[in-house]
């Protein structure tokens, strides 16, 4: 379903979208203070949540094919190929190839319109709300303004990304 472009001072957000920020608050909330648990009882520990979705593919199957054992897989809204993958041990450079290579192997298996977006959370400093807020806002803005096959990371306070960081990957795709 395509909206209308919003205005940067406007608050309200589309019926679907704030669905889609309560559908992801609650299937990752006990997962992500699970690992917010093991980040302060056992340090130095960082984990990655890849936000995705595609056109024309079966994103769940594929997604479980390719992910790694120690990488949590939770589907979001199947009938709107809607993922979250979460990557533990893994900072922002590897979270990048790896989104990288998951457009790539898409694209490869007949998949278009892959809309991606990463955070990296390296401490519990932001409230797990906070952190995924942020996460499907930039998810919603990126697929408003049709910004596919392209990883994007989310920007928490204090950790500023400068503009030609915020875009790490991009596919071009040939429409054939």
């Excluded at 997962?31 to 949540?49: A, I």
Aim: charged content about 30%; some cysteine; aromatic content about 10%.
């Amino acid at each position: 379903m395509q909206h209308e472009r919003r205005t940067n001072i406007e608050v309200s957000f589309h019926e679907d979208e704030v669905k889609l920020a309560k559908t992801v608050m609650d299937k990752l909330r006990t997962t992500v203070e699970f690992l917010y648990y093991l980040m302060d009882y056992r340090g130095k520990v960082s984990f990655t949540m890849i936000i995705l979705s595609a056109d024309d593919i079966k994103l769940g199957v594929w997604l479980q094919k390719w992910k790694r054992n120690t990488d949590v897989l939770i589907e979001i809204d199947p009938a709107k190929n809607v993922y979250v993958l979460i990557c533990q041990s893994t900072d922002r450079e590897g979270g990048k190839k790896f989104a990288e290579i998951l457009i790539s192997n898409i694209g490869m298996n007949g998949g278009h319109g892959t809309y991606c977006v990463e955070t990296v959370l390296k401490s519990t400093k932001h409230s797990i709300q906070e952190v995924i807020f942020k996460m499907v806002e930039k998810y919603i803005s990126v697929k408003q303004e049709e910004k596919s096959n392209q990883v994007f990371f989310t920007e928490l306070e204090n950790e500023k990304i400068s503009d030609n960081e915020e875009i790490v990957y991009k596919n071009e795709v040939v429409e054939s």
